[in-house]
T-cell receptor
Framework: SAVISQKPSRDICQRGTSLTIQCQVD?????MFWYRQQPGQSLTLIAT?????????ESGFVIDKFPISRPNLTFSTLTVSNMSPEDSSIYLC?????????????FGPGTRLTVT | QKEVEQNSGPLSVPEGAIASLNCTYS??????FFWYRQYSGKSPELIMS????GDKEDGRFTAQLNKASQYVSLLIRDSQPSDSATYLC????????????FGEGTQLTVNP
């Protein structure tokens, strides 16, 4: 499976500021996804990012709050804008493995964000 | 009704026993089913995928799928303390490019 890295691994930010999270993959992938995992909870999809098109956001998530870039087939960024303590979560990118027909999704190590 | 429901935990089994993790889903259009393992402070790791009714075995792990009953399970044979983690069931409606819907997870503890 693809090797996925994320930067930063963790950060502590003040409310009202923004943080951009980077996701780098060691191979070209069409589908990339951004998930959020709030403390003690399961994963929720924020948006799907395809190269060359606008990101598709899930219900409850908007572009102004979580702008996403996908400049090429190995890289994506997620920005958490105008942060509040409720944004404290782990943010995970995942990629779809298209080397086989199974389309399995694999996750990066995550970015642990704390907003004070 | 939650889209994906997992048996409430935490689940505790002795070392060497079989751990049984269960998951039900509400969307009959679901086609792909996954089990992820998540250690504390780590990201989810894919351990099993299953697409057709029946059993799929991989080492000590067996996934079972029954689409008519909208039920998927994971059996862990010869459980080891290193299996102690939260197990997440995930369901996907289509085979490509669609979101994973996760259950809340079941925390498993294997006691030496």
């Amino acid at each position: 499976s693809a090797v996925i890295s994320q930067k930063p691994s963790r950060d502590i930010c003040q409310r009202g500021t923004s943080l951009t999270i980077q996701c780098q993959v060691d191979s070209q992938v069409t589908m990339m996804f951004w998930y959020r995992q709030q403390p003690g909870q399961s994963l929720t999809l924020i948006a799907t990012a395809n190269q060359g098109s606008e990101a598709t956001y899930e219900s409850g998530f908007v572009i102004d709050k979580f702008p996403i870039s996908r400049p090429n087939l190995t890289f994506s960024t997620l920005t958490v804008s105008n942060m509040s303590p409720e944004d404290s979560s782990i943010y995970l990118c995942s990629v779809e493995d298209q080397s086989r027909e199974s389309y399995e999704q694999y996750f990066g190590p995550g970015t642990r964000l704390t907003v004070t | 009704q939650k889209e994906v429901e997992q048996n409430s935990g935490p689940l505790s089994v002795p070392e060497g026993a079989i751990a049984s993790l269960n998951c039900t889903y509400s969307d009959r259009g679901s086609q792909s089913f996954f089990w992820y393992r998540q250690y504390s402070g780590k990201s989810p790791e894919l351990i099993m995928s299953i697409y057709s009714n029946g059993d799929k075995e991989d080492g000590r792990f067996t996934a079972q799928l029954n689409k008519a009953s909208q039920y998927v399970s994971l059996l862990i044979r010869d459980s080891q303390p290193s299996d102690s983690a939260t197990y997440l069931c995930a369901v996907q409606r289509e085979t490509s490019g669609s979101r994973l819907t996760f259950g809340e997870g079941t925390q498993l503890t294997v006691n030496p």
